[in-house]
């Protein structure tokens, strides 16, 4: 499998976007994405780059195949997990998910339960 074949693979079997979605999310048309995914276009550094950072793809995987399924996207920790989560938080322009968050870290025990029971409910959580 090439790089192309993989890139390909990713947005259509795991992300499930449209090559359209997935080029405006890096920056570039659908089709340039066409022509990657097709071998017609060669990947530069930068593209590589934003799919590996946009995506949070393993950029071995992305060049190499390296790892199969189990290797496509990099893997935390629940630490770094809810520091990247709190990042993209605090820079959203979403006033509602900023006031969640809010809400959540202000909460008292006993509310904090409730929210958690609604949340797990909404979400399937177990």
Not at 3 to 19: A, F, M, P, W
Not at 82 to 94: A, D, P, V, Y
Request: hydrophobic letters at 35%; one cysteine or more.
């Amino acid at each position: 499998m090439e790089i192309g074949d993989r890139l390909n693979y990713l947005r259509e079997n795991h992300l499930k976007i449209s090559q359209e979605e997935f080029g405006k999310k890096i920056g570039v048309s659908r089709f340039s994405i066409s022509n990657y995914e097709s071998g017609k276009r060669k990947l530069t550094e930068r593209v590589i780059t934003d799919i590996c950072r946009e995506f949070d793809v393993n950029e071995i995987w992305l060049r190499t195949g390296e790892g199969g399924d189990e290797n496509i996207f990099n893997k935390l920790n629940d630490e770094d997990r809810f520091s990247i989560n709190l990042g993209k938080l605090s820079i959203t322009e979403n006033e509602f998910a900023k006031s969640m968050l809010n809400a959540i870290a202000e909460s008292s025990p006993e509310k904090l339960k409730c929210i958690e029971e609604f949340m797990k409910n909404c979400l399937g959580i177990k």
